[in-house]
């Protein structure tokens, strides 16, 4: 109805990726960010494809312009920023960021959320169980599930594991690339490997392609070992990022 509506045009670029249309909306946010720097959804955007390109310094930056756009969005900044730092194991950093979105917002479920990942991540799954289930306690966050299946099959209590990959579960993984990879996770750590490599694949199809952290993640590390792995990461590299270099800074 109204072609020249920036807000619009962002939100289809990533429904693009999520088709399976990478470069193709790789391209249109490059333009987006040309066209119309001074838009928080062309950021918000940006910093979110960055993450699944693995190119973490300019999902950064895209972080920064969105807080120069709104300063009012500091919690949302604070909590990506964290997951940033976690993949790359800063974890100081990544809890000196939600100590910081907690200050501001102190029950908000997603700030819960990755502070429960980081407990697991540093190598505390029973707190990170306890954290998850008192969130749980009063939001069902189906999306979530696949971690507190990881922190469980960590302290050996695969049946429970088990029961929290749900079939809800799956319909949330089948249309966003973070749940997906995570269930991909949870069912490698509960046995199931042919389930992982679905569901690592299914994440990849709708627009992960972090190979950075595919590579790097610790809890993927037995996945590394089949030749799947390599099948599925093949040409995912950073050549898709050449194009950027045109952008202006």
Not at 8 to 15: E, G, L, N, P, Q
Not at 58 to 65: A, G, L, M
Request: aromatic share 14%; net charge neutral.
């Amino acid at each position: 109805m109204d072609s020249r509506l920036v807000e619009a045009a962002v939100y289809r670029t990533f429904i693009t990726r999520l088709r399976g249309e990478t470069q193709k909306s790789r391209d249109r946010l490059s333009e987006l960010r040309r066209d119309a720097p001074n838009n928080f959804e062309v950021h918000y955007l940006s910093a979110a494809c960055y993450r699944f390109d693995g190119d973490y310094e300019s999902s950064f930056r895209s972080f920064t312009e969105m807080l120069r756009i709104d300063p009012t969005a500091k919690v949302a900044v604070h909590y990506c920023r964290a997951r940033l730092f976690w993949y790359q194991s800063k974890f100081d950093l990544a809890f000196r960021e939600l100590e910081y979105a907690e200050k501001i917002e102190p029950n908000h479920r997603i700030v819960k959320f990755f502070h429960a990942v980081l407990m697991f991540r540093t190598g505390d799954p029973a707190t990170a169980v306890k954290e998850l289930r008192r969130l749980f306690s009063t939001d069902p966050c189906i999306g979530f599930r696949p971690y507190l299946s990881m922190c469980l099959s960590a302290l050996g209590e695969r049946d429970a594991a088990l029961r929290e990959l749900t079939v809800e579960t799956e319909r949330v993984a089948e249309v966003d690339p973070d749940v997906s990879y995570w269930l991909a996770s949870a069912y490698w750590m509960v046995g199931r490997p042919d389930a992982a490599f679905k569901w690592l694949e299914c994440s990849i199809r709708l627009g992960n392609h972090n190979v950075r952290w595919f590579n790097e993640d610790p809890f993927l590390e037995p996945m590394r070992n089949d030749a799947r792995f390599a099948d599925l990461v093949a040409g995912l590299g950073p050549e898709p990022f050449a194009h950027r270099a045109a952008e202006p800074s």
